[in-house]
C-alpha cells in the first residue's frame, strides 16, 4: 500500500486522460448506427403441434438464417428497396454485413436486425427483407414449416450506444 500512495497522483490522472481521449474519440470519429428489426415464428400449418415440431423449427431457423444470407435471397431483398435507397449501390455484400439472423428463446422465433449509420436506410433494409423472406423461403423449401411475422421493423428513433459517458467508464 505505501508504494502505491505516493503515485495514486499520477494513477488518478492517467486514468483520467484516457477516459478524455476515449470520450472524444466516441463524439467526434464514431458513426451512430441504427437498427431496425422484426421478429418472425417458424410454425407448422397444421392445428396440432407436437413437441418434435419444436425440436425442426430451432433447427430450421439455423437453416433460414442460410438461406437469408445467400446472395440469390439479398439481392432480392436489394431488387425490393425503395427507389431512394436501391439507387445507392447496395450488393448483396454489404446486406449480409448489416443484417443479423439470431434465434430468440428455444420456441422457433428469430429476429432480424439490420443496422447501419441511416436509420431510414436501416428500416427500409428490414421492411424489404420482411417482405421478401417468407416467400423466398417456402420458393427454396417447398415443405418448409411456415413463418409469419410477429413483430414488422420501426425506424430507430435513436442511435445504439450512445450513451459516451457508459462507454467511457
Not at 470519429?29 to 419444436?54: G, H, P
Not at 427483407?129 to 435513436?158: D, G, H, W
Amino acid at each position: 500500500l505505501n508504494i502505491f500512495l505516493p503515485k495514486l497522483w499520477i494513477m488518478v490522472l492517467v486514468s483520467l486522460i484516457c477516459g478524455l481521449v476515449t470520450g472524444l474519440y466516441l463524439s467526434f470519429f464514431k458513426n451512430d448506427t441504427y437498427t431496425s428489426s422484426s421478429i418472425m415464428y417458424v410454425y407448422k400449418s397444421e392445428n396440432s403441434v407436437a413437441s418434435s415440431d419444436i425440436t425442426i423449427a430451432e433447427d430450421m431457423v439455423e437453416l433460414y438464417d442460410l438461406i437469408i444470407t445467400t446472395d440469390e435471397v439479398l439481392n432480392v431483398v436489394v431488387s425490393n428497396l425503395p427507389e431512394q435507397h436501391s439507387n445507392i449501390g447496395i450488393t448483396a455484400s454489404y446486406l449480409r454485413s448489416v443484417i443479423n439472423v439470431s434465434a430468440i428463446g428455444s420456441k422457433g422465433v428469430f429476429k432480424i436486425s439490420v443496422t447501419t449509420t441511416d436509420p431510414s436506410l436501416s428500416y427500409a433494409i428490414a421492411e424489404a427483407t420482411e417482405k421478401v423472406v417468407p416467400a423466398e423461403i417456402m420458393n427454396r423449401i417447398p415443405n418448409a414449416l411456415q413463418l409469419t411475422v410477429i413483430e414488422s421493423p420501426t425506424m430507430a428513433r435513436y442511435a445504439n450506444n450512445k450513451n459516451i459517458s457508459r462507454n467511457v467508464l
